[in-house]
């Protein structure tokens, strides 16, 4: 058993609770911290935790605390991970790590020095379709991985603070990127370097200092190309699908919208369908396990049994550090409209990796460019002469 301090008791707080202490988990959460006594009561009621309190350091320090979660607004993040360096505490944190790559880096080099378990809670590489997916990427099924696209829109978030530029620390590009970045990387592959970013943002109807809605593609030192879509502007619920691409083949995934599970109401006695649904009557998209669906789960059970192994985590400090670092580069994009270079002051993928040749052999004298089965029964080669350069067809028997 995982004894469990939670800080923070709003929404993710209460995803990360069901998740944690559902079908008969074994793990527990002893202490909750939140900021107004109402919500500490009521969390510690609904989750039968004995220990509450609107003082954060007395939750970490709390003698039966074993790890702490955070799911606190991301200009707290750096505090609770810094009480948790203190107390010698394993920690866990929510996403993104940092409002930028500084305040990552501080916290990375924090909990390392401390010497204490620290893991990135990025769900959406837990889920079971990505989990899936990742599998038959890394078995080799698509080939050399081209291109990798996340996209993550929904109208909005539904407290003040991410509204707050110097809260939050950004707007959708660092809420919603931080998922999308990571999903790209890990197809990508998490050792090879994100290089540059281009990135598009722009504040198009929300009345905020941050954009509201972004496009971005992030270059790898492999050659291949990471991109991201992310709004807080979409109407009709959560978006988000996931695609990548190889030279042998492709996954698309729709993680939440039209999963094949579609419903019609009048609206007679309805109300939750599923996060971020802006509508409860007409045809619907509910979300079948969202815990499940989202990754919560599997993202628990690889943080535990990571700790209780005395190893690290798929995610880690050092990934919520380079999404920061790939997001910041985004940012001066956005301002700047030129390429801009992901600044990574810590690395421990590989380097000087160089771009994957182009050139397939046909045969001594060609490259193959393209072979093609047409409709009326011809089997069709084009080639490349490696000399001349000249392309040229052939029809095989
Ligand atoms: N899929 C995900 O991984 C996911 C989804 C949503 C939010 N998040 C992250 O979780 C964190 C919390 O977001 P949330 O959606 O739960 O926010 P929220 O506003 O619903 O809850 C925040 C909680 O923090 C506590 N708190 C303490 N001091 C506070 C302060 N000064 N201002 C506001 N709240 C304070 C309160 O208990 C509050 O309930 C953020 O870092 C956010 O990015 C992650």
């Known amino acids: 058993m995982i004894r469990i301090a ?60 074993e790890v702490v979660c955070i799911s606190l607004p991301n200009n707290l993040h750096e505090a609770a991970v810094l009480l948790c360096c203190k107390h010698k505490k394993a920690v866990i944190t929510t996403k993104p790590l940092g409002r930028n790559a500084a305040e990552a880096k501080r916290m990375l080099e924090a909990v390392e020095s401390a010497g204490i378990f620290n893991g990135y809670l990025e769900d ?7 989990l899936k997916a990742h599998e038959s990427v890394k078995n080799g099924a698509l080939g050399r991985i081209l291109w990798a696209k996340s996209r993550e829109t929904h109208p909005g978030p539904h407290s003040d603070w991410f509204w707050d530029i110097e809260q939050a620390g950004g707007g959708c590009i660092l809420d919603l990127g931080c998922h999308c970045v990571e999903i790209a990387r890990s197809f990508i592959g998490k050792d090879i370097k994100p290089i540059e ?34 709004s807080w502007t979409f109407r009709g619920g959560l978006d988000l699908r996931d695609e990548v691409m190889g030279t042998e083949g492709t996954i698309w995934m729709n993680n939440f919208l039209r999963t094949g599970f579609e419903m019609f109401t009048t609206g007679k006695d309805t109300d939750y369908v599923a996060e971020k649904a802006e509508s409860n009557t007409g ?39 380079v999404v920061n670092a790939v997001l910041d580069a985004a940012y001066r994009s956005a301002k700047s409209k030129q390429w801009e270079p992901v600044k990574l002051e810590i690395w421990r993928g590989r380097t000087g990796v160089s771009k994957d040749s182009h050139l397939v052999d046909y045969d001594k004298d060609h490259y193959l460019v393209k072979e093609e089965l047409t409709h009326y029964g011809a089997k069709k080669v084009i080639l490349k002469d490696k000399k001349s350069g000249k392309i040229s067809e052939k029809v095989l028997d």
């Open 197 to 230: 970013v281009m990135c598009w943002a722009d504040t198009q109807v929300k009345p905020i200092d941050a954009e509201d809605h972004a496009i971005a593609l992030v270059k790898y030192e492999n050659g291949a190309i990471g991109q991201f879509e992310v």
């Open 283 to 321: 045809w619907l998209f509910p979300v079948g396990d969202e815990l499940n669906e989202l990754g919560y789960n599997h993202m628990f059970t690889d943080m535990f049994n990571s700790l209780e192994q005395k190893k690290a985590p798929k995610e880690t400090f050092y990934d919520g550090y």
């Open 6 to 65: 939670m800080l923070g008791s709003g929404f993710i707080g209460r995803f990360y609770a069901d998740s944690l202490l559902g079908q008969r988990s074994k793990d527990k959460i002893v202490s909750i911290y939140s900021r107004r006594e109402e919500s500490a009561r009521k969390f510690a009621k609904d989750y039968d935790c004995k220990h509450w309190t609107t003082n954060m350091e007395e939750s970490i320090a709390h003698p039966e605390v």
């Open 124 to 130: 959406l590489v837990y889920t079971p379709k990505f």
